[in-house]
């Protein structure tokens, strides 16, 4: 596989900061960093600047920096290596000159901040990146592709396992042992697999001992990891045939999420997504049980910009990647989710989530 190639990512920043009169900033959060250079590693701080770029790290990646800075085309990024604070501080202070710094306040540590002020100004510059991050470039969208095909195929792998009887954990440890099998580096996150009238009704409940019994909505919240990329799906199954109640929100999930996709399109509102979505929610006097937003970026992170909520007035961007996943949860009925991973392009989207969503799939029991 190919790594993404980063090349121009750290002048488009430059250029971001040169529009709020900078031209430095140290990156502290670490999909930053890999972003802007293609270093994976845990520590370490990127210095961007008009007069050349360097990485601080400490001694434990020295050589994976180098190796994955050349691979990534970010080879005219020095690296430094630096054992302690001190050292650190002194090697940013001596890349910066004293000029003043961009620096993301929400990231860096407290003590890092005050230490480093004596040496240089810093400057706040969160979000730049995350703005910047947000237009994904082709062999990015083809890792998230990679990696939502791993878990569609690892959830086609089991959802014939999913009968009265089998523990939630189980179908986690079966969906992330299968899509590392897959090829992919390991979950995107921890696997949801909610199940029945209390565990279904969380919309981020942790898989537990509880095993699944004839008429239980399964709420499965799935993701790969590739190469750094994530995805992220969600499909709801019924064990067994479903009650009227259920089919009747299954059908009502299904037709917002469709509103929700029909809606995506560069230059949309990320609130026009949230509204479309939940309208179909209003009209049938459930709106109450939507409680969380409606989707988000996914990229680096699991959870990235943009965020579609109920506010703001974000535009999408070509080049996003982001989700559509509206839900109903009500203890007692349970809960669905549908959730869907889309590329944002000029005349709409691209859904890259293969696995099919046109049914509550009921899968049990499985008679051949
Ligand atoms: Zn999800
Ligand atoms: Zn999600």
Known sequence: MTPVQVSGRAERLLASLDERGLDQMIVSDRSNIRWLTGFSGSAGVLIVSARGHVLISDGRYTDQAQDQLEMSGAADVAVVTARTAAERNNAVSVSTSGRPLGAEALVMPHSEWSSLSAHAELVATDGLLSQLRRRKDESEIGLITTAADIATAAMSEVAPMLVAGVSEREIRDELEYRMRRLGADGPSYETIVAS????????????????????????????????????DMTRTFVVGEPSDEQQRWYDLVFAS??????????????????RACRAVFEDAGLADLFVHGTGHGVGLDIHEEPFLGSSGDAELVAGDVVTVEPGLYRVGTGGIRIEDLVVVTSDGHRNLTAYPKDNPCPPSPQMT
Do not use: C, F, K, M
Request: glycine content about 12%; overall charge negative; charged content about 20%.
């Open 257 to 274: 999420q469709a509103e929700g996709l029909d809606a995506v399109i560069e230059g949309a509102r990320v609130s026009d997504i949230d």
């Open 196 to 231: 029945g009238p209390t565990n279904a009704a969380l919309p981020h409940a942790r898989p537990t001992s509880r095993q699944l019994v004839e008429g239980d909505t399964v709420v499965i919240d799935v993701g790969a990891l590739v190469a750094g990329y994530h995805s």
